[in-house]
């Protein structure tokens, strides 16, 4: 894999999604992990059959598709290339069944809807100085949003 | 009545027949208190300054009190007369805690404007969420060829309203 792909892949994602499977009979997330990587680089260039008209641009380029399905939280790691329709590219994460991160998300987002303008103030103005510092200072990243709002506290 | 309050160049910040401080502050002298001590009171009950007390403590407590009072309400001043709009013209009827308040509620009020139009410039944009929901909805098409009963739900920044915008500059940084 090129450097410059192995980079983008390695960077922090854009967007993280987390896939819920309603049924019961569902399969381990390593397993689902592994199927969806191939079929992510099988069928990049398939996606092009969905007529969803922002993306008929965007998805000239191919994916580019990591795998990690013996991770402790095994994961689908998916990177876009920068498009015409889509400058910077796009790099997201996809996980299985993750319903704690969505459960904090949640929590989140109450935080914000508390007092929109006041508590997105100050944990935009609070992540942006740690994200500023982390990009400097090479710390590990953290979950910059709840720091941000810690930090706020 | 003798009072020992000096400003930090040494002169007399008040004579005893004067009605004001530096012509700002009414000063009021109790007539209860026994004339030993002479103490007085500026401006409303809530700042109470003993000018002279039996104590040469508090006398020096009163002292540096009296001092910075006097610089804070200097330093207000200034501010007050350089600001054409400001409504605190007749400022020697507005106590010092009401002009420190007013001051307080400007400075949190700039602050708060200085601050959201810092983070407005770091908001994402309306085409970058919608692309990123496209892509969400394309990825959700593509699992359910494997699980149909799936939905791929966005968790993190961009789903609690806290994501910044995806700068190159920030790439760059972490290159």
Known sequence: ?153 | MCVPVRDRFGGYIWEHNEESILGRTTVIISSFVPSATSPCQISDRRFYLPLRTASRAEETIGHKFTVELVSHMATTHVQTTSSAQSPHQHFGHISPATQRKHSKQEFVADLSQCLFDFVIQLLPTAEEMAVKEDVRKLLERLIRTIEPDSRLLSFGSTANGFSLRNSGEQNLLDA
């Open chain 1, 1 to 153: 894999m090129p450097n410059h792909i192995e980079h983008r892949l390695n960077i922090q994602s854009d967007m993280d999604l987390c896939c819920l499977i309603d049924s019961d009979e569902r399969l381990a997330a390593t397993d689902l992990v592994t199927m969806l990587g191939d079929l992510l680089e099988r069928g990049a260039y398939l996606t092009l059959l969905f007529n969803i008209p922002c993306l008929t641009i965007l998805l000239e380029t191919k994916f580019h598709v990591k795998p990690l399905p013996h991770a402790r939280i095994p994961i689908v790691k998916l990177s876009l290339d920068p498009s015409p329709g889509l400058p910077l590219g796009i790099a997201c994460d996809i996980g299985f069944e993750n319903r704690l991160a969505l459960e904090n998300t949640r929590l989140l987002m109450c935080y914000a809807m508390i007092d929109p303008t006041r508590v997105r103030t100050m944990v935009l103005f609070r992540k942006s100085g740690i994200l500023q510092s982390h990009s400097i200072l090479k710390y590990p990243r953290v979950d910059q949003s709840r720091c941000g709002v810690n930090a706020g506290q």
